[in-house]
């Protein structure tokens, strides 16, 4: 079956402007996860959603970062006013949502949008 | 606090021979899961192994298998007769009952020699 999609590829952008970037999850996956990877690092985590809710947001760097998935499926990304550190690899994840065996549910990855703010 | 240490920033590696990748971790919670991902230059993340807490036995998916010591807080991932294409990034990950997100490595680089 399809995988995690993610759109863009490929983003450019300039210092403040608005960016979205989209995560379309495994069918039938209820939870989505972002993950920011800087050049040379692991992933970081970002923010966790459980159907439509934002189960986890403390990784969001601050209030500039947004994420919505308002019918618990696809997931939108929003960094307003981007500066050039927010320059990385934006990936997404989604796993079954497994309740009370969390630490089973393996996550599956998504290809990435990459951003460069310029 | 959670932690995943991998040592070993590059290896390079004579195809056809076994690889040993390192990854120590840190966690208070008894209840956990221990991931390994590859990243081709590509980008894509690939999920290629998992082995829980409480597991007996040490996963093993093809090629790859996890050599765990629990005791010692040790997950590395060996890759039997390893081929070309198995030259990526490898990170190490770990998940446990406190929380939904997963704490990478940095990740190791390995490179197959032909």
């Known amino acids: 079956g399809a995988g995690v999609s993610q759109t863009p590829s490929n983003k450019v952008t300039e210092k403040g402007k608005y960016v979205e970037l989209r995560c379309d999850p495994i069918s039938g996956h209820t939870a989505l996860y972002w993950y920011r990877q800087s050049l040379g690092q692991g992933p970081e985590f970002l923010i966790y959603f459980q159907g439509t809710g934002a189960a986890d947001d403390s990784g969001l760097p601050n209030d500039r970062f947004f994420a919505v998935r308002p019918e618990g499926s696809v997931s939108t990304l929003k960094i307003q006013r981007t500066e050039r550190g927010d320059s990385a690899v934006y990936l997404c994840a989604s796993s079954q949502g497994l309740a009370g065996v969390t630490s089973t549910d393996t996550q599956y990855f998504g290809p990435g949008t990459r951003l460069t703010v310029l | 606090a959670q932690k995943i240490t991998q040592t070993q920033p590059g290896m390079f590696v004579q195809e056809k021979e076994a690889v040993t990748l390192d990854c120590t971790y840190d966690?208070?919670?008894?209840?956990?899961?221990l991931f390994w991902y590859k990243q081709p230059s590509s980008g894509e993340m690939i999920f290629l192994i998992y082995?829980?807490?409480?597991?007996?036995q040490n996963a093993t998916e093809g090629r790859y298998s996890l050599n765990f010591q629990k005791a010692r807080k040790s997950a590395n991932l060996v890759i039997s007769a390893s081929q070309l294409g198995d030259s990526a990034m490898y990170f190490c990950a770990m998940r446990d009952n406190r929380d939904d997100k997963i704490i990478f490595g940095k990740g190791t680089r390995l490179h197959i020699l032909p």
């Open positions: 966690t208070s919670d008894p209840s956990y899961g």
């Open positions: 082995q829980g807490s409480y597991d007996q």
